[in-house]
């Protein structure tokens, strides 16, 4: 699906994570990932984004303004940016890079680190073809719709930081396995069908258990509610829809499964601080 946004070619992509408020308060957690071919439109100006940037340059350049210092990064290196204060970044003709954009637990404590053992916000690594293909394999999860568990995904991108100051450390990750448990059983359910109606009872009987076990069975492994990972699934749709299509704000809820534009409008300014419209003109 092309992305509505300039400067952002053919062939790029993008997905959303909503962060659980227990993520929030104890993991790492992502917030968006992607893979962007740009051109000379491509520019990127925020005041604050709420999160820090782990880039990696694949081809061409990219300038990066943080901290009130520019810094250019070539082809072959790596940026962690402070999203959390004024920034601007723009590509220095056609470039390919991915990107994460994370925060939790002590990331900024890792940027810092970073920013004194590196000299700045962009630098190079040994092995850089190892690291960023951890970076990659992150967002191929999303890209097959295999989305990780919350604490998967915070192991992982600590794994991603400590190889960014300790580029010797193994590297290896296991391959992610089929989760058959009634959560993972759930999970899967909800992914298929949560642009429909979707009850708990409904949920449970794919989990092949009563509502009551389900429930506290679901929170026990994933850390809140059935209800709750539904409401965050069809966010994470509504603000790809939001930034890859010009679909009216009503139609995305629709299209996410909701029948109410406000209560659609509610659940996601709740949950994201923006409401659908401000998401859409906030600059990926």
Same mark, same amino acid.
């Not at 990696?56 to 210092?69: M, Q």
């Not at 520019?70 to 204060?85: I, K, P």
């Not at 009872?201 to 994933?222: I, L």
């Given at each position: 699906?092309?992305?509505?946004?300039?400067?952002?070619?053919?062939?790029?992509?993008?997905?959303?994570?909503?962060?659980?408020?227990?993520?929030?308060?104890?993991?790492?957690?992502?917030?968006? &990932?992607?893979?962007?071919?740009?051109?000379?439109?491509?520019?990127?100006?925020?005041?604050?984004?709420?999160?820090?940037?782990?880039?990696?340059? +694949?081809?061409?350049?990219?300038?990066?303004?943080?901290?009130?210092?520019?810094?250019?990064?070539?082809?072959?290196?790596?940026?962690?940016?402070?999203?959390?204060?004024p920034h601007?970044?723009?590509?220095?003709?056609?470039?390919?890079?991915?990107?994460?954009?994370?925060?939790?637990?002590?990331?900024?404590?890792?940027?810092?680190? #970073?920013?004194?053992?590196?000299?700045?916000? #962009?630098?190079?690594?040994?092995?850089?073809?190892?690291?960023?293909?951890?970076?990659?394999?992150?967002?191929?999860?999303?890209?097959?719709?295999?989305?990780?568990?919350?604490?998967?995904?915070?192991?992982?991108?600590?794994?991603?930081?400590?190889?960014?100051?300790?580029?010797?450390?193994?590297?290896?990750?296991?391959?992610?396995?089929?989760? +058959?448990?009634?959560?993972?059983?759930?999970?899967?359910?909800?992914?298929?069908?949560?642009?429909?109606?979707?009850?708990?009872?409904?949920?449970?009987?794919?989990?092949?258990m009563s509502r009551?076990?389900?429930?506290?069975?679901?929170?026990?492994? &994933?850390?809140?509610?059935?209800?709750?990972?539904?409401?965050?699934?069809?966010?994470?749709?509504?603000?790809?829809?939001?930034?890859?299509?010009?679909?009216? #704000?009503?139609?995305?809820?629709?299209?996410?499964?909701?029948?109410?534009?406000?209560?659609?409008?509610?659940?996601?300014?709740? +949950? #994201?601080?923006?409401?659908?419209?401000?998401?859409?003109?906030?600059?990926?």
């Amino acid at each position: 699906m092309a992305l509505i946004e300039c400067g952002v070619c053919s062939g790029s992509d993008l997905y959303f994570q909503t962060p659980s408020e227990n993520a929030r308060q104890m993991l790492y957690y992502l917030t968006s &990932c992607g893979s962007f071919f740009t051109d000379y439109d491509y520019r990127i100006e925020r005041e604050d984004y709420h999160n820090y940037m782990i880039f990696f340059i +694949r081809n061409g350049r990219l300038s990066v303004t943080n901290e009130g210092k520019t810094q250019v990064a070539e082809a072959g290196q790596f940026g962690f940016m402070n999203c959390h204060v004024p920034h601007e970044y723009h590509t220095i003709g056609n470039t390919e890079f991915f990107w994460l954009h994370l925060d939790g637990a002590n990331t900024p404590d890792f940027y810092r680190y #970073v920013l004194n053992l590196y000299g700045g916000f #962009v630098f190079s690594l040994p092995r850089a073809d190892a690291i960023s293909e951890m970076m990659l394999q992150i967002i191929y999860l999303y890209r097959n719709d295999q989305s990780p568990s919350e604490a998967r995904l915070s192991q992982m991108l600590y794994t991603l930081l400590i190889a960014l100051i300790d580029p010797t450390m193994p590297l290896a990750a296991a391959p992610a396995e089929e989760d +058959r448990t009634p959560a993972g059983i759930a999970i899967s359910f909800i992914k298929e069908h949560y642009s429909e109606p979707i009850s708990l009872d409904d949920m449970a009987a794919a989990a092949n258990m009563s509502r009551y076990h389900f429930s506290r069975q679901f929170k026990n492994a &994933c850390g809140f509610s059935p209800y709750e990972y539904l409401i965050l699934t069809r966010i994470n749709r509504a603000k790809h829809l939001l930034k890859a299509t010009s679909l009216p #704000v009503k139609v995305v809820a629709q299209e996410v499964g909701y029948h109410s534009e406000a209560a659609f409008t509610n659940a996601f300014t709740d +949950r #994201v601080g923006l409401s659908p419209s401000q998401f859409r003109k906030y600059p990926i």
